[in-house]
């Protein structure tokens, strides 16, 4: 057993609403509204965002923050518009959340210092990395997909037992699940953290969930330009992930990129963040 497991087996439960000594909350003013954001780190070293998924926050980065800052890195996250502080971000009245808004405001957060940005996406927010890579390429030092869809279309026909059903829920049913899950605690995460995550839903906008949920389900095909992309690309897993390890490492040869798997869940972030944050240097140094 290496030593980052080691680390990541001694973790224990915290208060996820407290932040590290050092790290820095503040906003960005993005195309659909203003962003909560969370940062550690020399402003003039490299820069690394981290993007949480849907119902996540910047907050599932607090272990890896001082890692990267440690190593040398400016590391951000942000919550994505509707989601716990960023809740009041999104569309105009009367339009939809989109892939459109989530790209453009990454790209806004990509453009406002240095760059090229070592990007990682987590879960839903893989998929918007993806689009906004083939958007701006230049943008991007190297790209992680955390936990990510490995397929494109009806992202959810592959999940683990449920997948063929989830092509009869429609956004609303999938995003009262979804909660209905986190709140039921199906993964049994420990209790400072099932209450960090009740307390983000009391802010997370529903109407963001239900429309991601049907996004999801219709992602665009990207590997071709993703495998023809020339720079360090890693997929990053848990094997317990929702979807089956087979189809993550099945998506990562397609596209050319490196596989890393955790004796986790769907969220390496917050329970293998040694491990995850020695490999992201490690693709890091590669770029």
């Known amino acids: ?21 050092g790290a820095v909350r503040s906003h960005f003013d993005a195309p659909s509204g203003r962003l909560a954001t969370l940062s550690m780190g020399d402003e003039s070293r490299p820069r690394v965002v981290l993007i949480p998924g849907v119902t996540g926050s910047k907050e599932d980065f ?12 400016h590391a951000l996250s942000y919550d994505m518009a509707g989601q716990y502080e960023s809740a009041a971000a999104g569309p105009p009245i009367g339009q939809p959340y989109s892939h459109e808004l989530f790209v453009a405001d990454l790209i806004a957060i990509l453009e406002s210092g240095n760059r090229p940005v070592h990007v990682l996406g987590y879960s839903f927010a ?42 009869l829920t429609t956004g609303r049913v999938g995003a009262a699940l979804m909660i209905w899950g986190l709140r039921r605690n199906v993964t049994h995460v420990p209790p400072g ?19 991601i949920i049907m996004l999801m389900k219709r992602s665009p095909d990207l590997r071709e330009t993703l495998r023809a992309w020339p720079h360090p690309k890693l997929v990053a897993v848990g094997e317990h992930d929702l979807w089956p390890t087979s189809l993550h490492a099945a998506f990562a040869a397609e596209i050319g990129a490196e596989l890393a798997v955790y004796p986790t869940g769907h969220s390496p972030c917050e329970t293998a963040p040694h491990q995850l944050t020695r490999d992201l240097l490690a693709l890091y140094r590669s770029a």
């Open 1 to 21: 057993m290496g030593r980052e497991r080691e680390l990541d087996e001694a973790l224990e439960d915290l208060d996820w609403t407290a932040v590290p000594d």
């Open 62 to 73: 607090v272990l890896m923050l001082p890692l990267l800052a440690e190593a040398g890195y």
């Open 126 to 167: 893989g998929t918007v990395a993806q689009i906004t890579l083939a958007e701006r390429p230049d943008l991007f030092a190297s790209l992680t997909l955390l936990s990510c869809p490995p397929q494109p279309g009806q992202g959810f026909r592959g999940i683990k037992r449920i997948g063929r059903l989830s092509r």
């Open 193 to 211: 953290r099932l209450a960090f995550v009740m307390h983000r839903l009391g802010f997370t906008s529903r109407l963001s969930v239900a429309q």
